[in-house]
């Protein structure tokens, strides 16, 4: 049978979904072998890496995704990179990757709240919250921003804030459910 990266990659797609992460990761490194220059592959081998707790791993192989990436263009990779830094202890990293995608494209609430998960964690409660409602003023919906705008808020003593969020939060769960 002929392996195709593209077919080693959706296989380790399926494997990872199931947690069978060191099989997934021995298809992507299968099909690394094969396109050794594919940085989808190299960034869906650092994600897989990420979520099987090799943290260091992951995030060896995000830096071979974002220097394969023609242009630097996939925010994705940045993305995750800024979480995996800050997983490792690496603000400063952490910072820089969200910064660098920020200065691509202003409008990425994903960016945007990684930005304020790193200020959170800095304690610096009023950038982080200015990162989270920038977040959400780009998407509304974003439960994740809105989960950490709320906790600011919480540190900040913004009582108001605070229970905003959580009904909005609760608005957005019960919109969530499907009925069956």
């Known amino acids: 049978m002929f392996e195709s990266p593209e077919t080693l990659n959706t296989h380790a797609i399926e ?9 997934a ?7 690394i072998y094969i396109e050794k220059s594919n940085y989808l592959l190299w960034y869906n081998l650092g ?3 990420r979520d099987s707790g090799d943290l260091h791993a992951a995030k060896q192989a995000l830096i071979t995704a974002y220097e394969l990436d023609p242009g630097y263009e996939d925010q994705e990779v940045l993305e995750g990179l800024s979480l995996v830094c800050l997983a490792l202890g690496e603000t400063d990293e952490a910072f820089e ?14 960016l945007w709240n990684n930005l304020g998960v790193l200020h959170f964690t800095a304690k610096a409660y009023e950038s982080a919250g200015a990162a989270f ?8 919906h974003y439960y994740d921003a809105l ?3 709320r906790d600011t808020y919480a540190e900040l003593g913004n009582k ?3 229970r905003e969020c959580a009904r909005l939060l609760n608005e957005l769960k019960k919109g969530s459910t499907t009925h069956v």
């Not at 990872?16 to 099989?23: L, N």
């Not at 990761?25 to 099909?31: D, G, N, S, V, Y």
């Open 97 to 110: 990757y969200c910064s660098i995608g920020l200065d691509m494209n202003e409008n990425n609430p994903r």
């Open 160 to 162: 108001p804030g605070e």
């Open 47 to 49: 994600i897989t890496y």
């Open 15 to 23: 494997l990872a979904s199931r947690g069978s992460y060191a099989e």
């Open 147 to 149: 989960f950490n705008l």
């Open 25 to 31: 990761i021995a298809c992507l490194k299968r099909a």
């Open 133 to 140: 409602e920038k977040a959400l003023s780009l998407n509304p």
